[in-house]
Structure formats: C-alpha cells, structure tokens
C-alpha cells in the first residue's frame, strides 16, 4: 500500500517538473530569392598588329597568330570589318606609312584580305569558312562557356605579281575591328 | 515512531502544495520572425558583387537572449548545390535536376552589419550548406526589423539562363529562444 502511495506521489512529481519547464519552440520563415545574371560579352586579341610577308612567288601570305578570346556567359556572334581611316578600298590592303598612316599615293593590292575561323567544338565556337573582307562578316557564333573561349583563325593575302610594290617607308596596311555580340542563344 | 500512512499523507500533501506553486502558468519565453516579401528578379550583374536590400526581417520576442539563424533547406536541390543559387524552373516549381542543373559559381551571402541596436548583434557570412549566425540579441527588443542585405557575386562566366529558368535559391531562417 504505502509503495503504491509512494509511485503516486513520484508520478505527481513528474508531471509538475514537466510543467514548470516551459517549452521554447524555434520560430521558422523562408523567403526565396531568384535572378538571372546580365548578358555579358567581351572580346580581347593576343595582339595588336600582324605581319604578312607579302611575297608574290609565296603566294598566298598567311598568318596564323592572332588569338582572339571571347569571355561570353550567353550565346554571341564576332564580326570583323575592315575600319582604315580613309578606305577606297574596303578590304584590301592598302598603301600607308609603317605608322599607319595612309598614303595620299592610292594604292592596294588587287586581292581582298582572307578571313578563316576555325571551328572550336570543345567549347561550342563555329567559326566560319574563308571570306574576303570586303564587307562585315560574321567569323564566329558560339554559346555561353564558363571558361573564357580561345579563338584561333588564319588570315589571307593572296599577293600577284602586278601588285605594285611600295616605296622604302610604306607598307600595305589594313585596320580590322572585331566586334563582339550577344545573341542571346 | 509514525505511521507509515501519515507520512504518506504528509508527503503526498506536500507534493500537491509543490504541483500548485510551480505549476501556475509560467509563461514561456517566445520568439517570432517574419521576412517582408521574396525576390522574384534579384539583379546579377556579372563582374561584381550583388546586393540587395529590399527585404528585412521582423524579429518579436519577450526573450532575453535569442538568435536568428539562416540556412538552405536543401529541399528538391542537387547534391551539392547547398548554399549556392542553383537552376530553378519556376512554372514546375522545381529545381533541374542534376546533371542538366547549371549553379553560380559563388555562394549565397548574407550581410546585416552595422548593427541596428546596442543589445543585437549582426553576423555577415554564407550559409552554404549549414547554418549561419545571423542576429543575436542580448536584451528583449519587443518587435524589431532588422536589415538583412543579400549578397551574390557573379564573375563574367556563369552562364545567364535563356530557356526561362532563373537561379534561386531559398533560405530558411530560425528563431530560437536561448537559455
């Protein structure tokens, strides 16, 4: 009897720790957050001027150095246009000082400059076939990478033998811009 | 010597007098939290660290001492992508699932300095795939907003989604009421 008594009284003991220890629940809320980044292209060159040995027995001249690298997160396109100050001329090279300066003397080589991208699948880049540069042409297209994309080309100067050459001081010159775009793809 | 049944009796009255002392309602400290709204269109400009502002967060509490806490569910996510805002189709309401999913390449991050007030601390960091400290509060404020400023950089590579989909990513705070 009195053990009976005594698991009551141990129970009741129990029950009220139980209820003078207050229960502290966390308290929750969520909020979500979402966004897409920008368009973002750029376009950068391994350098800034080449050199073709324009020599008519060799001919075609190339030159297969410059390096074009597009840092992309989207799809994009590359143009190249020929952008020498004063052209008559669109695409051809043209008589100028080894500063670049334009001769007054008008004087290009009979063939237009040659352009070729090549094709990059790792990274998703087509480039295009051979084209002359007589107007703005698209080299590349390619899509969104996550590692800046290396672009490699050969560019083109077929050379005859009734091009004339120039007098000591000038060159055969040409000013190409390349410019980058998004498309979005 | 007494009898057994009184002493009983004594011990048993005792104990009800202990149960009506202590168990008188003892009102439990609380805490409550609200956030002012979602971010359905945060901008993510490449090249920087983004940051946005527009939600705050409404702390009510007779406690003492609390904490706010920030973590990523994890729910519907790729393994791996905790912490991180992650590919999301909003009209499935659901995450893509790997390996088609793309995640920026930087975490989530969380910024709630200066501190608001003498008694509440701000904490700034990533919650990543755990749980960041981001409010404690040594004295009772009542109801209080506290800033809360989400960070994500974006480098010029993470690719922008084109097939509708957006980055997301869902954080989930707690508030605990601390001894």
């Given at each position: 009897m009195m053990n009976l008594k005594l698991l009551v009284i141990a129970g009741l003991l129990a029950?009220?720790?139980?209820?003078?220890?207050?229960?502290?629940?966390?308290?929750?809320?969520?909020?979500?957050?979402?966004?897409?980044p920008a368009s973002y292209?750029?376009?950068?060159?391994?350098?800034?001027?080449?050199?073709?040995?324009?020599?008519?027995?060799?001919?075609?001249?190339?030159?297969?150095?410059?390096?074009?690298?597009?840092?992309?997160?989207?799809?994009?396109?590359?143009?190249?246009?020929?952008?020498?100050?004063?052209?008559?001329?669109?695409?051809?090279?043209?008589?100028?000082?080894?500063?670049?300066?334009l001769s007054p003397v008008h004087a290009a080589l009979t063939s237009p400059l040659q352009f070729t991208g090549n094709s990059n699948s790792t990274y998703g880049a087509t480039g295009s076939s051979i084209q002359d540069l007589t107007a703005s042409r698209t080299?590349?297209?390619?899509?969104?990478?996550?590692?800046p994309v290396l672009l490699t080309n050969?560019?083109?100067?077929?050379?005859?033998?009734t091009d004339l050459e120039l007098p000591t001081g000038y060159n055969y010159w040409i000013q190409l811009t390349y410019t980058i775009a998004a498309t979005g793809g | 010597m007494q009898d057994p049944d009184r002493i009983c009796i004594k011990i048993l009255t005792a104990a009800v007098l202990f149960m009506l002392l202590y168990s008188l309602p003892v009102p439990a400290q609380s805490i409550g939290l609200s956030v002012s709204g979602t971010i359905a269109d945060m901008q993510l400009t490449p090249g920087t660290t983004n940051q946005d502002?527009?939600?705050?967060?409404?702390?009510?509490?007779?406690?003492?001492?609390w904490s706010v806490t920030a973590s990523d569910p994890l729910v519907g996510k790729p393994t791996g992508t905790g912490g991180y805002m992650t590919e999301y189709n909003d009209t499935d309401a659901r995450y893509i699932a790997a390996p088609a999913f793309k995640v920026l390449s930087d975490p989530f991050g969380m910024n709630t300095s200066p501190?608001?007030?003498?008694?509440?601390?701000g904490y700034n960091g990533t919650p990543g795939a755990g749980t960041l400290l981001v409010y404690s509060g040594s004295k009772s404020p009542g109801t209080v907003t506290l800033p809360i400023i989400f960070s994500q950089a974006v480098t010029l590579t993470d690719p922008r989604l084109t097939n509708g989909n957006k980055y997301r990513i869902d954080i989930l705070f707690t508030g605990t009421v601390l001894e």
């Open positions: 029950i009220a720790c139980m209820m003078i220890a207050p229960v502290m629940a966390d308290e929750t809320t969520p909020v979500s957050i979402q966004g897409n292209v750029a376009i950068s060159l391994n350098q800034t001027s080449l050199y073709l040995p324009l020599d008519p027995q060799a001919s075609p001249a190339s030159n297969t150095s410059l390096g074009i690298t597009a840092t992309v997160n989207t799809g994009y396109q590359i143009t190249v246009a020929d952008t020498t100050s004063g052209t008559y001329n669109t695409g051809h090279l043209v008589n100028a000082t080894t500063s670049g300066t080299v590349y297209t390619g899509s969104a990478n996550t590692n050969t560019i083109t100067q077929p050379v005859a033998y | 502002s527009s939600i705050s967060l409404t702390v009510t509490t007779d406690a003492g001492n501190d608001p007030d003498p008694g509440i601390t």
